[in-house]
């Protein structure tokens, strides 16, 4: 592959995948890597035994976890302190390697919210959800439809979270018990805002909202999350890779229209 053109696209798509580090700080022995797990395998450590005076902790239960996000969740009296209490919850490891907190961005006035999945390498360095390719092509979609983040009217306006506030590492997907974690801010933030229509981007959110998976086949069909209608459609990610998939995503946002009204 020689072509300039070429070269970039495929530069785009590894870092939309995650891979935004082409030199590591430390070199890698890979002889040592492929060695090492089959002498390990050859001769297994047993667990060391905890000291009697201080007996090993059991580890924490996810529902302890879910139960502690509930309560500080439902204590949030605004949108402020909700962020201010997610910046503080610390159950998370997301949180460790995530440079920023992604919240939120647009008008919360608005009558529409969007739920997305997880922030990516631009929304983590910016702190804001999606303002990388997927942002910008989700933004010219809105458009279309005359929705605009940046609106002063919220009749036009949108509102943008995430299921995730933070980047998982490398993108990968989302881990069900961190849905589960992180559902309690989610849900309160729903309820903060109280849109009058939800739009569930991804699999992941409608795994998180309708506790189903399969976006091809959800997409499109009007169901119920949080009390309020909701619309699953393609995340612009998607669009990205299978823009054949733009016709569905339009019908889409022609029903969504319809149903938010002038």
């Given at each position: 592959?020689?072509?300039?053109?070429?070269?970039?696209?495929?530069?785009?798509?590894?870092?939309?995948?995650?891979?935004?580090?082409?030199?590591?700080?430390?070199?890698?022995?890979?002889?040592?890597?492929?060695?090492?797990?089959?002498?390990?395998?050859?001769?297994?450590?047993?667990?060391?035994?905890?000291?009697?005076?201080?007996?090993?902790?059991?580890?924490?239960?996810?529902a302890d976890?879910v139960?502690?996000?509930?309560?500080?969740?439902?204590?949030?009296?605004?949108?402020?302190?909700?962020?201010?209490?997610?910046?503080?919850?610390?159950?998370?490891?997301?949180?460790?390697?995530?440079?920023?907190?992604?919240?939120?961005?647009?008008?919360?006035?608005?009558?529409?919210?969007?739920?997305?999945?997880?922030?990516?390498?631009?929304?983590?360095?910016?702190?804001?959800?999606?303002?990388?390719?997927?942002?910008?092509?989700?933004?010219?979609?809105l458009?279309?439809?005359?929705?605009?983040?940046?609106?002063?009217?919220?009749?036009?306006?949108?509102?943008?979270?995430?299921?995730?506030?933070?980047?998982?590492?490398?993108?990968?997907?989302?881990?069900?018990?961190?849905?589960?974690m992180?559902?309690?801010?989610?849900?309160?933030?729903?309820?903060?805002?109280?849109?009058?229509?939800?739009?569930?981007?991804?699999?992941?959110?409608?795994?998180?909202?309708?506790?189903?998976?399969?976006?091809?086949r959800?997409?499109?069909?009007?169901?119920?999350?949080?009390?309020r209608?909701?619309?699953?459609?393609?995340?612009p990610?998607?669009?990205?890779?299978?823009?054949?998939?733009?016709?569905?995503?339009?019908?889409?946002?022609?029903?969504?229209?319809?149903?938010?009204?002038?």
């Amino acid at each position: 592959m020689t072509d300039r053109a070429a070269l970039l696209a495929a530069l785009d798509w590894q870092i939309e995948l995650g891979a935004t580090e082409a030199i590591g700080d430390a070199p890698v022995d890979r002889y040592a890597l492929a060695t090492t797990p089959a002498a390990a395998a050859a001769a297994p450590v047993p667990p060391a035994a905890p000291h009697p005076a201080e007996p090993a902790a059991p580890p924490a239960a996810p529902a302890d976890n879910v139960a502690e996000a509930r309560a500080i969740a439902d204590a949030a009296a605004d949108l402020p302190a909700l962020r201010d209490a997610l910046a503080r919850f610390d159950r998370c490891d997301l949180k460790q390697g995530a440079r920023n907190l992604v919240f939120a961005d647009g008008d919360p006035a608005a009558a529409l919210m969007i739920l997305g999945e997880a922030p990516g390498r631009d929304e983590d360095l910016q702190g804001k959800p999606f303002v990388g390719r997927a942002g910008q092509l989700l933004d010219r979609m809105l458009a279309a439809i005359g929705r605009d983040r940046h609106a002063d009217d919220p009749a036009r306006g949108v509102y943008i979270t995430n299921v995730l506030p933070w980047r998982p590492p490398q993108n990968r997907d989302p881990k069900p018990e961190e849905i589960a974690m992180l559902r309690p801010f989610v849900d309160r933030h729903i309820a903060l805002v109280d849109p009058a229509v939800l739009v569930l981007m991804g699999n992941h959110a409608c795994a998180a909202m309708l506790g189903r998976r399969g976006i091809t086949r959800l997409r499109g069909q009007w169901a119920q999350a949080a009390g309020r209608p909701a619309l699953p459609m393609f995340h612009p990610a998607y669009l990205l890779r299978n823009p054949a998939a733009k016709r569905e995503a339009w019908a889409d946002l022609l029903a969504l229209q319809a149903r938010l009204g002038p």
